[in-house]
Structure formats: C-alpha cells, structure tokens
C-alpha cells in the first residue's frame, strides 16, 4: 500500500466548477505539499503545509494532522487549471527529512 | 532568476549505451534529488545529496549513478545496468535544514531505443 494515497485519479470537470482533490498519508510526516504538473512534465510547487490552511488565489489547501488528509480545493475552475495535482509527505526522521514521498496524483480536466 | 535547469528535455538514446543527465540550480540548495516518474506512479527517489562530495541511494538506485562534485550541480548517469531506462526523470533541490521551499526542474524524457 502507498504510503500517500490520492483521490480521484482522473476528474473532469465543466469550467466554473469547484474542485476537491483529496490526500490521505500513513506516516508522520513534518511537512505536506501540493504540486501542479502539466502536460511539458515541468513540476510546479504550490502549498507548503504543516497544519491549518492556505490560500492562494483561486486555490486552497487544508490539512488534518489527526486524521492524516489534506486536501487541495480549486474554485471556479478554469480550463487552465487542467494538469495533474499530486500530494507529497516530507517524513519526520533525521536522516530523510528532506526526502518527500509523493502520491500518484490526480488528473484534473476542466472542459470550456 | 533562480531555478533548476535540466538538460537536454528529450533525449534518445541506444540501448546499452551510457547516457548522463544534466541538472544544475543557481539557488545555492545544499539538497538534490533524482526522481524518475513511470505512467500511473507517483515519483520515486533514485539518488540524492545533502551536500557536495556527499550522497546517498534512493529506493531505486541499481543502474543508475550520481556524483556532487559541485554544489551547483549534481549529473545522473543512466548506465546500461539500468533494465527500463526509459522514463521521466525529475531533478528537485531543497535549502536544507529548515527550509521549506523544494525547488523542481522541468524534467527529461529519456527513450531508449
């Protein structure tokens, strides 16, 4: 079992639409991020979390320490949005703590 | 600006042959990473550094080497060990300590042929 876990895979979307993209992890971590990667491949980093909520424009990212979940929220949605969201743990041991695990991630599609 | 530059974005390469991938950061990051992405899977770490001179196997290093002779800079070579070279493969950088910002470049797609 993959110790970061996403959901859903694939999504499609009509634009204006809200978006959920949800994170589940199994281990301690220190740190859980949220990355946009489009079609070039190029990885685009956008929330940095270790408790609480963020918020950056149209985008926003909660996470549930006790619970293990994140989540990534997209509101009105827009057909740029349309990239793959993954969701990667920095751990909490000394030696890897800068070492990530990322999660399968998720294939947004936001149609005009 | 400052960032990760790899190099080349496409690459194609032999069978059996060696190949070397280029990733170089003008952030002053102590830490770099080697990823390679396979369709339908997450990111796996092959190799990385938390400083020159220094490195450490991923959880999927066999066939793959690295060196960090510069801190600006940290090759990965695809050697011909490697079973199924042919992936997206992603550099990555942190500050280190406790610095929060990862830095990704912008990746190669090797095919071997």
């Known amino acids: 079992k993959n110790e970061v876990e996403q959901s859903p895979q694939n999504l499609t979307a009509q634009e204006g639409e809200f978006i959920t993209i949800n994170c589940s992890y199994s281990?301690?971590?220190?740190?859980l991020h949220w990355l946009q990667q489009h079609p070039g491949g190029g990885i685009v980093s956008l929330f940095m979390l270790s408790s609480g909520k963020k918020k950056h424009g149209r985008l926003i990212a909660t996470i549930n320490i006790q619970e293990k979940h994140s989540s990534l929220h997209i509101t009105a949605s827009h057909p740029r949005d349309s990239a793959v969201y993954i969701c990667?743990?920095?751990?909490?041991?000394?030696?890897?703590?800068?070492?990530?695990?990322f999660g399968k991630g998720t294939l947004l599609t936001v149609n005009p | 600006d400052g960032g990760i530059t790899q190099s080349p974005k496409y690459l194609f390469r032999k069978e059996g042959q060696n190949v070397t991938l280029s990733c170089e950061q003008n952030?002053?990051?102590?830490?770099m990473y080697w990823y390679r992405q396979d369709p339908g899977q997450g990111l796996r770490l092959i190799y990385y550094?938390?400083?020159?001179?220094?490195?450490q196997k991923g959880d999927i290093a066999e066939g793959y080497s690295v060196s960090r002779e510069k801190k600006e800079s940290f090759p990965l070579t695809v050697t011909s060990a490697q079973k199924n070279p042919t992936a997206f493969y992603l550099c990555?950088?942190?500050?280190?300590?406790?610095?929060?910002?990862?830095?990704f470049g912008s990746g190669t797609r090797l095919t071997v042929v």
């Open positions: 990667a743990v920095r751990g909490t041991s000394g030696g890897s703590n800068y070492k990530l695990t």
């Open positions: 952030l002053n990051h102590d830490a």
């Open positions: 550094s938390q400083i020159v001179n220094d490195f």
């Open positions: 281990v301690g971590i220190s740190a």
């Open positions: 990555a950088s942190h500050p280190g300590g406790t610095g929060w910002g990862y830095t």
